[in-house]
């Protein structure tokens, strides 16, 4: 066994952090306290044991007893309206939405899917389904029907919440008609409730409700009170409280449920690292995004605090925007993306010079960044110049698997999070220090962590719990800074996080590959020029790919990325070769990838091979050449004709695109989506079929609801720059490159000679 396995060994029996862990679950309201905080056994123990508790009870009913006119949601939409829910209010919501569901006949254990955005009825639907048993999922709106269909499918959902639009960059997303076609695929679900949010016309089928008609009559104080059949579920500790699709793993689709009490401590843990205490908090990310549920939802409603929510993305109608707001809810603490506060720097720079100034927030006290690393320049931004005064910033890491922010570089005065006896090691599993790059293992328990897994098992044990022996492996690569910190570089796998998403490569190649012009494709995670992530793709084509207006075919390649997938997962660059040769394989290829200079706009420019040894891949334009790295690209030689395209902004779509990402980067990025206005006529075909199977009637016409008027006009989406970037070269030293190398093989293996 190699050297180091003995140290994380060691490490790894101390059992979790007691001293830390002791005060965040007294802080629950437990209906039967646990036995004990943890028991040692397999995949880190068993937490909790015997303890009782509902998350409904915990985070809205009990601050409704003690403190029932604190405000507990802050909410705004994109077109400007408002709405304030007390804790009382609240409470009141979720209990009559808890006796709705209950009297469709749903109740412990069964699966609620939330198609919703980010309104005041989503974080209703979230503690109904707690208060009764129900487990939840949240479902990204901006998911394609086929995408969403497969979403829905993989947690066997009884029923669905979905809205009629959305609002988006000034236009209005067609949710119910997404979720319709789906649901025609799907062969369809027992129920679908829908909230009208823009007033749009929809489709109207059996087993259809409106969201507030279905709430007539059953709220408590109107027509009846409380009664004993309205009590919260009473449920132990692990019970599910939702489930969240991971990015497939080596093709399989994976799903993991993570439990009631591990999700409230693992928020109220942040909480106790002094991040929010006493503060009205805004967390600017995307609903379906698990960190913002765990410590923008759970977090401060757990701890009695006031939570922002805001619908659509932070630069509409102006960039000033998500100053605006800050400053009009008072906000104390921001949690978002490092691509958000990236954009709001440039902004910041922007509206300094023009008519609008963004003025002070003297209210902020502090910054919370994760879902990507975040560079120097923004974390020094953050910290003296967002709010016009310095506030407190930290960068966390967290994962799914263990249901959000576990680690903090800066807690808040003297308040730490809970230690998880972080090591780093090479492939061999010795630890490995002084600035070596290793992956991260965690060898002490962490509470948040999952309780159960739909799909393969093993899948995950491989993953996070068999490769070194007692501790819990990330698959992330980082290496330790002089003053103990950890720098982020990469993954060991082919999942990437994009603005907090994950987003699976390998998937991304399956779809290329799927297309009848690809015959060989590549897949690579790249950085733009603000220091994001992206995906960058290198394909070859086919005899008839070849004959094609090559930009036309990395277009309807992106959009069937797009249509699959989602938005973020679509390549935002696209080289385009002629061959994979035996000299372009694998990592180097991924290298060589990851340093190819990308043109500014999205029309196609010709590079040329330069495999001289102090030369790399350059367009034909370009004065300097880049200099390679260790050689590697030296012995690159691809032949013929290469083209490199930039495909960031798709202006031939028009407005009212979405990715699915944060609430920044939709704007310019995704799916093409009908328009305000939307006539469901054509679509009348697709709806007739939607739930066949179901005990659905067919034929019969939509029911149609009036329009909205007065929506505001659509707004150009911003104009993106050059991408640039690069891949870590530490995968390869781990020894863990991409799965399914298999698909590297040069066109002529695949196709039965050589591609043209």
């Known amino acids: ?79 400007g309206d408002r ?58 709106t901006p998911l394609p029907p086929e995408a969403l269909a497969d979403r829905l499918r993989a947690i066997s959902a009884r029923l669905l919440f979905t809205q009629d639009g959305a609002w988006r960059r000034g236009t209005v997303l067609p949710l119910k008609a997404r979720a319709d076609e789906a649901l025609s695929a799907l062969g369809g679900i027992e129920h679908t409730i829908v909230v009208r949010r823009t007033g749009i016309d929809v489709g109207w089928y059996e087993g259809d409700r409106w969201y507030h008609d279905l709430l007539v009559g059953v709220r ?36 993991v449920a993570l439990g009631t009490a591990h999700s409230l401590v693992t928020a109220l843990a942040l909480q106790h690292a002094g991040i929010a205490d006493g503060s009205i908090l805004w967390c600017a990310g995307e609903n379906s995004w698990l960190g913002t549920q765990v410590h923008g939802i759970y977090g401060p409603l757990v701890a009695g605090q ?31 993306t490092p691509s958000v506060l990236r954009a709001m720097r440039s902004w910041s720079f922007e509206l300094a010079i023009g008519d609008e100034p963004i003025g002070p927030v003297p209210q902020l006290r502090r910054v919370v960044a994760f879902g990507e690393p975040m560079d120097p320049e923004v974390r020094e931004w953050a910290a003296t110049g967002l709010a016009g005064h310095p506030v407190s910033v930290a960068d966390g890491w967290g994962q799914v698997e263990l249901g959000g922010i576990v680690l903090l570089d800066n807690p808040i005065d003297a308040a730490r ?41 093993e899948t995950i044990d491989e993953a996070h719990w068999s490769r070194v ?63 994001g992530r992206i995906i960058a793709a290198a394909v070859v084509l086919t005899p008839d790919g070849v004959a094609a207006d090559p930009t036309l075919v990395a277009r309807d390649l992106g959009r069937s990325v797009r ?10 660059v696209l080289l385009l070769v002629d061959r994979f040769g035996d000299e372009l394989r694998g990592i180097e290829r991924r290298r060589a990838l990851a340093g190819i200079p990308v043109p500014d706009g999205p029309e196609p420019r010709r590079v040329t091979s330069t495999p001289s040894s102090s030369s790399w891949w350059r367009p034909s334009t370009s004065p300097e050449p880049r200099s390679g790295r260790d050689g590697v690209v030296d012995r690159v030689r691809v032949g013929g004709d290469e ?87 530490v995968l390869d030293d781990l020894g863990r490159p991409p799965q399914r190398e298999d698909r590297d093989e040069p066109a002529e293996d695949r196709q039965g000679g050589p591609v043209p």
């Open 1 to 79: 066994m190699a050297d180091g396995i003995p140290e994380v060994g060691r490490r790894a029996t101390a059992g979790p952090d007691r001293a830390a862990w002791e005060p965040v679950v007294a802080a629950l309201p437990w209906a039967r306290p646990p036995d004990r905080l943890w028991d040692d056994g397999p995949r880190h123990g068993t937490w909790f044991p015997g303890g009782r508790i509902n998350a409904a009870t915990a985070c809205i009913s009990e601050h409704a007893r003690r403190t029932p006119e604190r405000v507990a949601l802050l909410w705004e939409g994109e077109p």
């Open 83 to 140: 709405r304030e829910l007390t804790y009382a209010a609240l409470d009141a919501e979720v209990t009559a939405l808890a006796r709705a569901l209950r009297a469709l006949g749903l109740g412990v254990g069964d699966v609620v899917a939330l198609h919703l955005g980010w309104i005041p009825e989503t974080v209703v639907a979230m503690f109904a389904c707690a208060r009764i048993g129900a487990v939840f999922a949240v479902v990204p």
């Open 220 to 255: 408590p104080g109107l027509r009846r009170e409380p009664s004993e059949a309205d009590a919260p579920a009473d449920l132990p500790a692990d019970h599910p409280l939702q489930v969240v699709s991971l990015a497939n793993r080596r093709g399989q689709p994976l799903t």
């Open 306 to 336: 006031s939570a922002v929510l805001y619908e659509g993305t932070v630069d509409v109608p102006t960039h000033a925007r998500g100053w605006e707001l800050l400053r009009r809810y008072a906000v104390t603490t921001l949690i978002t």
């Open 417 to 457: 999070m809970p230690d998880l006896g972080e090591l780093l090691v090479d492939r061999a599993g010795s630890v490995v220090t002084d600035g070596t790059p290793g992956e991260l293992v965690l060898t002490r328990p962490w509470a948040g962590t999952l309780v159960g897994v739909s799909g393969p098992r």
């Open 469 to 531: 022996p007692g501790s819990y492996t990330t698959g992330d690569v980082a290496r330790s800074e002089p003053d103990g910190a950890l720098e982020f570089l990469g993954r060991t796998d082919e999942v990437t996080s994009v603005s907090g998403q994950l987003v699976s490569l390998g998937e991304v190649r399956d779809v290329l590959l799927e297309h009848p012009f690809v015959a060989v494709a590549d897949v690579v995670e790249r950085r733009d020029q603000l220091g």
């Open 563 to 572: 249509e699959s997938l989602g938005g973020l997962a679509r390549p935002r």
């Open 643 to 729: 083209m490199i395209l930039d495909l960031g902004d798709d202006d031939d779509e028009g407005p009212g695109r979405d990715d699915g990402g944060d609430l920044l980067h939709p704007a310019g990025d995704g799916c093409p989506d009908e328009p305000r206005q939307v006539d469901l006529g054509a679509r009348e075909g697709i709806h007739e079929n939607r739930r066949a199977g179901a005990g659905k009637q067919e034929g019969r016409p939509p029911h149609v609801e009036h329009r909205r008027d007065g929506q505001p006009d659509a707004l150009a989406a911003d104009p993106r720059g050059v991408r640039t970037g690069c891949v870590p070269e």
